[in-house]
């Protein structure tokens, strides 16, 4: 059984920070990318960050949070971070991490965390 566990959420202010943290576990094949997603009441889910799982570190953003989120991974740990500075109120919703693998019969398979709240306020 494969558990993706998320932690990191909670209420800032506007320009605070944040570090979101996801940690996978159980029968799973190699990680080929993970990414963070995040879905704000009443709108679609969208991605905010990918990073790929490999040797190489090859990143993408949404333009929404480019210069203000870096999303990082430990392979070791099989856990990825999403560090998010100058939080703004738009930033608020559920962030959910999504690991990809793939087997030796090159089957993908998409795994999600529980999803944590972010909320952005004064």
């Known amino acids: 059984q494969v558990q993706l566990v998320e932690s990191g959420g909670g209420l800032v202010q506007p320009g605070g920070s944040l570090r979101l943290s996801c940690t996978a576990s159980g029968k799973m094949f190699r990680i080929n990318g993970m990414a963070w997603y995040r879905q704000a009441p009443g709108k679609e889910r969208e991605l905010v960050a990918a990073i790929t799982g490999g040797d190489s570190t090859n990143t993408n953003y949404a333009d929404s949070v480019k210069g203000r989120f870096t999303i990082s991974r430990d392979n070791g740990k099989n856990t990825v971070y999403l560090q998010m500075n100058s939080l703004k109120p738009e930033d608020t919703a559920v962030y959910y991490c999504?690991?990809?693998?793939?087997?030796?019969?090159?089957?993908?398979?998409?795994?999600w965390g529980q999803g944590t709240q972010v909320t952005v306020s004064s």
């Open positions: 999504n690991v990809k693998t793939r087997s030796p019969w090159l089957n993908a398979y998409d795994y």
